[in-house]
């Protein structure tokens, strides 16, 4: 983008920020190194660009910002560099990494009156929920979120949902109903890189199969089944363990496959043994039931 139109975006920062943002412009001119601040300043102040949004408001560890497409939204989000959520912000709302399946959707499947069911499983702070939301006017839908501290983000950011059901669940999702415990041994720490194991701590969170879920809330299909959860893929998609009747009743799933864990080959072999085709987009495998297609692709 050009600079013109770096300028004429200030309308989208508060004074303060906008100061920083031409600071940093003027040092990046001078080929002046910025500070970590005026860096993070203009990553977020990017991402508003690219998602249109504006700055509401922030404290000395959260930008507030709000986004009017569609609706409105007022998005909590974590400051640099301690948190991701300004790198999830941009790939779900100025990249756009859901928009695939959506398309995979509408290609496949005819919308009707009835509301869509939506399962959003590894909801983060519920931006994946939002954007669903922005594309489908009418939406039943479930998140799931393990990490105590990105599920208070998400229920803040999931308190206008134009009108849909939401259903906010701060626990995980396995391939039985149990205990399990978050573990962050990765190298960058962040808090969307942890996994999760089976525990018998009593302290453990709650863990649920997607069966389980289905009956709790009364879903009779998944229109999109939505999966990032930092591996414990593997276990949902194991054959020998998980009940995969829920693939039945599965239009159009969005994974992303971790492969430090080894499961690739066995997510394929399930989806391929129910009638699934699929391909991969950007990190996503995004995979469509062709036993329950209504609009055939071309």
Same mark, same amino acid.
């Not at 391939?175 to 996994?195: E, T």
């Given at each position: 983008?050009?600079?013109?139109?770096?300028?004429?975006? $200030?309308? =989208? $920062?508060?004074?303060?920020?906008?100061?920083?943002?031409?600071?940093?412009?003027?040092? =990046?001119?001078? =080929?002046?190194?910025?500070?970590?601040?005026?860096?993070?300043?203009?990553?977020?102040?990017?991402? !508003?660009?690219?998602?249109?949004?504006?700055?509401? &408001?922030?404290?000395?560890?959260?930008?507030?910002?709000? !986004?009017?497409?569609?609706?409105?939204?007022?998005?909590?989000?974590?400051?640099?560099?301690?948190?991701?959520?300004?790198?999830?912000?941009?790939?779900?709302?100025?990249?756009?990494?859901?928009?695939?399946?959506?398309?995979?959707?509408?290609?496949?499947?005819? $919308?009707?009156?009835?509301?869509?069911?939506?399962?959003?499983? &590894?909801?983060?702070?519920? !931006?994946?929920?939002?954007?669903?939301?922005?594309?489908?006017?009418?939406?039943?839908?479930?998140?799931?979120?393990?990490?105590?501290?990105?599920?208070?983000?998400?229920?803040?950011? $999931?308190?206008?949902?134009?009108?849909?059901?939401?259903?906010?669940?701060?626990?995980?999702?396995?391939?039985?109903?149990?205990?399990?415990?978050?573990?962050?041994?990765?190298?960058?720490?962040?808090?969307?890189?942890?996994?999760?194991?089976?525990?018998?701590?009593?302290?453990?969170?709650?863990?649920?199969?997607?069966?389980?879920?289905?009956?709790?809330?009364?879903?009779?299909?998944?229109?999109?089944?939505?999966?990032?959860?930092?591996?414990?893929?593997?276990?949902?998609?194991?054959?020998?363990?998980?009940?995969?009747?829920? !693939?039945?009743?599965?239009?159009?799933?969005?994974?992303?496959?971790?492969?430090?864990?080894?499961? =690739?080959?066995?997510?394929?072999?399930?989806?391929?043994?129910? &009638?699934?085709?699929?391909?991969?987009? &950007?990190?996503?495998?995004?995979?469509?039931?062709?036993?329950?297609?209504?609009?055939?692709?071309?």
């Amino acid at each position: 983008m050009a600079k013109t139109n770096k300028i004429s975006n $200030l309308k =989208r $920062l508060n004074i303060k920020n906008k100061f920083i943002v031409v600071l940093y412009l003027i040092k =990046r001119i001078l =080929r002046i190194k910025p500070t970590e601040n005026e860096e993070n300043v203009y990553i977020y102040y990017n991402i !508003l660009i690219n998602s249109n949004g504006y700055y509401f &408001g922030e404290t000395k560890d959260e930008f507030v910002s709000e !986004l009017k497409d569609n609706f409105y939204k007022r998005i909590k989000t974590r400051k640099k560099p301690k948190s991701s959520d300004l790198d999830a912000f941009n790939m779900i709302y100025s990249k756009k990494e859901y928009l695939p399946v959506i398309k995979a959707y509408f290609d496949s499947f005819n $919308l009707n009156e009835k509301a869509l069911c939506i399962i959003d499983a &590894g909801s983060n702070i519920g !931006l994946t929920t939002l954007f669903f939301i922005d594309y489908f006017k009418k939406v039943n839908i479930v998140c799931i979120e393990p990490e105590l501290e990105n599920f208070k983000i998400l229920d803040y950011n $999931l308190k206008n949902c134009n009108d849909n059901t939401v259903y906010k669940i701060n626990g995980a999702v396995w391939s039985k109903d149990c205990n399990i415990k978050v573990i962050n041994d990765f190298k960058d720490k962040l808090d969307w890189s942890f996994r999760v194991e089976e525990t018998t701590e009593a302290s453990g969170i709650k863990a649920f199969s997607i069966d389980s879920i289905i009956k709790n809330v009364g879903f009779d299909s998944i229109d999109i089944l939505k999966i990032d959860i930092e591996g414990s893929e593997k276990q949902i998609f194991d054959k020998n363990n998980s009940n995969l009747e829920f !693939l039945k009743i599965t239009k159009c799933i969005a994974i992303e496959i971790h492969d430090f864990f080894d499961c =690739r080959r066995q997510i394929y072999d399930v989806l391929d043994f129910y &009638g699934f085709t699929y391909f991969n987009e &950007g990190e996503l495998t995004i995979a469509v039931n062709s036993n329950l297609l209504e609009n055939k692709t071309k």
